[in-house]
């Protein structure tokens, strides 16, 4: 069971605690008939969660990463089959992360089908009200899951990290326009439009390649680095993901 609560834009200082349990031309496109938010973070002064047990600083957890050289040899996007319907409830995993992410929760049909409700996009703090025009991001997308170490993972592994519903840093309910503009870029080469995003994204990002033991390039990691300079306060908190 996935938990969250909003990122508070407005929020001066944001820190992040990451509680574990990507598009290439984008994760999620319109017609995907099998399919989180923002992460769980805070500012103390604003009430948020204050760093958990064991947390790491960002520039700690960025660190943490193992260096890697990148491969992107053999990637195809259907090597992680995702948007299941793990649990047999009728929803798949796109519906849950919508059902889960909601600001205000959407009408659900028999058939999972959702209308109505509220969302906050994180990535370029935009309120959407319409379902069919959110995506469903893998922060760390496909593309680059794959490059960074699912090469040689099994494909049961592979689905397993599309559709990570154990960990709320993972998958996120963004607007398209976003989550298409970024399509499998690293973090040195897209930010989310929202300045105010960008600790909370690193956070993510971060804790997602620590979760399934990703590495990570020269390139990328000076890019965090770089931002984590301007995130004292974010902290970083993850579970690896099951073998």
Not at 182 to 200: N, R, T
Not at 212 to 239: F, I, N, R
Request: net charge negative; with cysteine; charged share 25%.
């Amino acid at each position: 069971m996935r938990s969250r609560c909003l990122v508070p834009f407005a929020a001066a200082v944001l820190t992040a605690v990451l509680s574990g349990c990507n598009p290439q031309l984008a994760d999620d496109r319109p017609g995907d008939d099998s399919p989180s938010p923002a992460a769980s973070a805070a500012s103390p002064a604003a009430g948020g969660p204050a760093p958990g047990a064991g947390a790491l600083t960002l520039s700690n957890a960025i660190a943490a990463i193992p260096d890697g050289v990148e491969r992107r040899d053999g990637y195809k996007r259907d090597s992680f089959r995702h948007w299941i319907d793990e649990d047999g409830d009728g929803c798949n995993t796109r519906a849950e992360v919508l059902i889960d992410e909601a600001t205000i929760k959407p009408d659900q049909s028999d058939r999972c089908t959702l209308s109505g409700g509220s969302w906050l996009s994180y990535y370029d703090e935009i309120e959407v009200t319409d379902p069919r025009k959110l995506d469903i991001d893998h922060v760390v997308p496909l593309a680059e899951a794959w490059d960074s170490g699912a090469y040689d993972w099994s494909a049961e592994r592979r689905q397993a990290y599309a559709n990570d519903l154990g960990s709320d840093r993972s998958l996120v309910a963004v607007t398209a326009r976003s989550n298409r503009s970024k399509g499998d870029k690293d973090p040195a080469q897209w930010l989310p439009p929202a300045e105010s995003a960008h600790c909370i994204y690193a956070a993510d990002w971060t804790a997602t390649k620590l979760r399934w033991k990703l590495s990570a390039d020269e390139e990328e990691k000076s890019a965090l680095l770089g931002l984590a300079k301007a995130c004292p306060d974010t902290m970083v908190q993850y579970e690896e993901a099951a073998e």
